[in-house]
């Protein structure tokens, strides 16, 4: 049976998604066509376009061929992955060995990046890469939104006036980026917390693997976050959301806010969010959904 994805609507950015430690990390935000891991590749994210992987482990890349090949079938374009460089011809290698498993070659698209690349994803918005600290070949991502706009002083000039100006080779607009949504996918503390994109992005979604106060130590051995870290880190994040993923079934909900609820302040406490705590996802007409919504195109069978 389907596990019961979640939803969040936090501000004007929405999520979908679940993540248990170890067992499945998925986090798509429909509208901005963008999906963080793809542990699994339930039905309700196949129509987004680009997955952004963070990393190999199997809780967050192992519906991948799964993605690649449902998007041929449902005849929609030919996925993107984003990927960790290393990542990339294993990824080739695994689709070839699907493609001789199944009988043909799903159609991908893949983009190895750095820390410090940036994708653009549509015009104005940009996929952009910083190195988490997880021990194996990893990337995070930020969604940034990049405008250009008319500088201020030039605010009461007429369209002819500007159309001359521009002729003459003056700049007259200047760019604004706005971090929508980062994401360091699985990590320990590092520099990547002192990142702007991350600090200042509308949304955080950040692990939080260990609540246990003696499993500090396994936190750090696993490349994982431990309560106190955030905590720790809240205090110098500006997000207006910070979405805790990654939790373990060994922590209920209740008691996870319960641990937090000691560390931090109120105003802290009312901006962070459980993913999982988030209302059942039910698709809607007009947004990308699963494929009963898609008009079949002649897809191979799977
Ligand atoms: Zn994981
Ligand atoms: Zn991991």
Redesign the pocket.
Known sequence: MARQLVEHQLGDIRLIGFSV?GEETVIAAPELNACFDVGKAPAEILAVDHVLL????M??SAGLAYYFSQRNFIGITPGCVLTPRALADPIRDLLRVWGAIEGHVSPAKIVPLEPGDSYELRRGLQARTFAPN?G?P?LGFCLVEVRRKLKPELSDRTGPELVELKKQGIEIEYTVEIPLVAYP??TAEGAWSELDMVRKAKVLLLECTFFDPTHVRRARA???MHIRDIARLLRDLENEHVVLT?MTRRTAIRDAKQVLRKMVDEATLSRVKFLMDGRRYRPRRGLPGPPEDTPMRGGRAP
Request: proline share 0%; hydrophobic share 20%; glycine share 18%.
């Open positions: 430690a963070s990393h190999g482990h809780d967050h997880h194996v990893a996918g699985d696993g490349y994982h990654h």
